[in-house]
């Protein structure tokens, strides 16, 4: 597959990368009802592919032992946004991964419109927090009004959060994310 190469499986299937194959599997069964062509809604034929992709690479050991392997690699040539420096505070170290937050979902909402979301593994694995730290944020952010939640479970910002990394002038430096928005939740 081409998009194989960006595509984030753990984030199209919504799963952790210490995830097993019985999660795996149980989270495909529900994802591919809720998107599959033949659904009562119509579905989603292009995210049913994706889902279905996703799925045969990461219940194959050999070939998710590849995948796992590339995705690493891609991953950290892809995502160099936030050099974390020095915090003078916790205060200070707050706000710098929130600026990134908004930074990343402005970003992915700039480069697919339609498919802005960024899951939350993905955003504690970019960013290096913990997913108790990242609660706190993503509370702080949706309560501004800046995030939103999508019916996929990503964060995509809004307007007031482009309004906002607009105002404030911050812009994250070269960002390629997966094809099908960021992924993960």
């Known amino acids: ?13 919504q799963v952790s990368p210490n995830a097993d194959s019985e999660t795996i599997g149980r989270v495909f069964r529900f994802l591919a009802k809720r998107y599959h062509p033949d659904g ?50 916790e ?5 710098r991964i929130r600026t990134a937050i908004l930074a990343l979902l402005y970003a992915a909402r700039r480069q697919d419109v339609d498919q802005p ?16 730290h990242m609660k706190f944020h993503v509370w702080y952010l949706k309560e501004q009004g800046w995030i939103e939640r999508l019916e996929d479970g990503r964060f995509a910002v809004t307007v007031s959060g482009v309004d906002r ?17 960021a992924g993960d939740s």
């Open 91 to 95: 205060f200070a170290s707050d706000l």
């Open 40 to 89: 009562p809604d119509g579905g989603d034929p292009d995210r049913f592919a994706m889902i279905t992709d996703a799925f045969r690479v990461l219940t194959d050991a050999e070939r998710r032992a590849q995948y796992d392997a590339r995705h690493s690699r891609i991953r950290a040539e892809r995502w160099k946004l936030l050099d974390p420096g020095p915090a003078e505070n």
């Open 117 to 132: 979301g960024v899951g939350i593994y993905e955003l504690e694995r970019l960013l290096d927090c913990p997913s108790e």
């Open 165 to 181: 990394v607009s105002a404030e002038g911050t812009r994250p430096g070269p960002l390629l994310l997966p094809e099908g928005g």
């Open 1 to 13: 597959m081409a998009s194989g190469e960006s595509a984030d499986y753990y984030e199209i299937l």
